[in-house]
T-cell receptor, first 114, second 112 residues
Framework: GNSVTQMEGPVTLSEEAFLTINCTYT??????LFWYVQYPGEGLQLLLK?????DKGSNKGFEATYRKETTSFHLEKGSVQVSDSAVYFC?????????????FGSGTRLLVRP | NAGVTQTPKFRVLKTGQSMTLLCAQD?????MYWYRQDPGMGLRLIHY???????AKGEVPDGYNVSRLKKQNFLLGLESAAPSQTSVYFC???????????FGPGTRLTVT
């Protein structure tokens, strides 16, 4: 089946620290992989995506590489800011059924302290 | 261009009460989705619609009904609320199946 596993949070970092949030997946077929971010009180926003193996998605200083050999899509950022505090969701899809739904991980809360 | 909006933002219900959550999008998207988000779990698909007048069940449809009478609106109904339906509900829309999904801000529902 299809599933996404993320590291449990919360992850607490000081400003300018290096960030890694782990995401691994199981999938049938060759789905795209996504990172969504949810800021406090808001809906999910697409942060970055990768559509095939070895693709790197990047946005706002965040990066993630689609690793088929390790079935991973880890999110990284070299220097986090307080404004990066949010919940981050890894997802795969869309599934090639009639819904084209996304499969989400449980989310990882990031707290960045000044 | 408001994107995806949801009404209401918060609601408290008593067991057995009914309510309707409204999702509206102004992007002329064909596909619309209702997800629920529970602690320690990812978002799970409740129902979805691939176009005006169509609806279909997702992973966790029991206890919910939906309607898509207008292309821009997708309604989620709870006929007889249960405490297990306490959750945050997100609506999403996309231009078509393989396109990016855009999410609303969510509705936090508590059933006591």
């Amino acid at each position: 089946g299809n599933s996404v596993t993320q590291m449990e949070g919360p992850v607490t970092l000081s400003e300018e620290a290096f960030l890694t949030i782990n995401c691994t997946y199981t999938a049938t077929g060759y789905p795209s992989l996504f990172w969504y971010v949810q800021y406090p009180g808001e809906g999910l926003q697409l942060l970055l995506k990768a559509t095939k193996a070895d693709d790197k998605g990047s946005n706002k200083g965040f990066e993630a590489t689609y690793r088929k050999e390790t079935t991973s899509f880890h999110l990284e950022k070299g220097s986090v800011q307080v404004s990066d505090s949010a919940v981050y969701f890894c997802a795969l899809g869309p599934l090639m059924d009639s819904s084209y739904k996304l499969i989400f991980g449980s989310g990882t809360r990031l707290l960045v302290r000044p | 261009n408001a994107g995806v909006t949801q009404t209401p933002k918060f609601r408290v219900l008593k067991t057995g009460q009914s309510m309707t959550l409204l999702c509206a999008q102004d992007m002329n998207h064909e596909y619309m989705y209702w997800y629920r988000q529970d602690p320690g779990m990812g978002l799970r698909l409740i129902h979805y619609s691939v176009g005006e007048g169509t609806t279909a069940k997702g992973e966790v449809p029991d206890g919910y009904n939906v309607s898509r009478l207008k292309k821009q609106n997708f309604l989620l109904g709870l006929e007889s609320a249960a405490p297990s339906q306490t959750s945050v509900y997100f609506c999403a829309s996309s231009y078509a199946g393989l396109y990016e999904q855009y999410f609303g801000p969510g509705t936090r529902l508590t059933v006591t």
